[in-house]
């Protein structure tokens, strides 16, 4: 079965980094999309950037030039490297990808940018 595992997620300082991976299994994680989306409280899941199989990417404005997604289909791994973080950056982070007619999350990552 397709399991999604986050990982990476914590407490930063503003203008800090952190790199968040999720692991992927249960499918062929080469030929996948993959994305990472984002959920702060009282708010909707967003989406903050995707990768395809090809590995072209795409990201949110909100996070354009401070954040970079990438994979590693030797690990099937996909990363979301996050640099200058700011406190609205603060949600819980999810991986996802899609299979068929089928949508599948991970459990998900919190991340919190305080000082």
């Known amino acids: 079965q397709v399991q999604l595992v986050e990982s990476g997620g914590g407490l930063v300082q503003p203008g800090g980094s952190l790199r968040l991976s999720c692991t992927a299994s249960?499918?062929?994680?080469?030929?996948?999309?993959m994305g990472w989306f984002r959920q702060a409280p009282g708010k909707q899941r967003e989406l903050v950037a995707r990768?395809?199989?090809?590995?072209?990417?795409f990201y949110a404005d909100s996070v354009k030039g401070r954040f970079t997604i990438s994979r590693d289909n030797a690990k099937n791994t996909v990363y979301l490297h996050m640099n200058s973080l700011k406190p609205e950056d603060t949600a819980v982070y999810y991986c996802?990808?899609?299979?068929?007619?089928?949508?599948?999350w991970g459990q998900g990552t919190q991340v919190t940018v305080s000082s």
């Open positions: 990768i395809t199989s090809g590995a072209s990417t």
């Open positions: 249960g499918f062929t994680f080469s030929s996948s999309n």
């Open positions: 996802n990808t899609v299979r068929g007619p089928t949508v599948y």
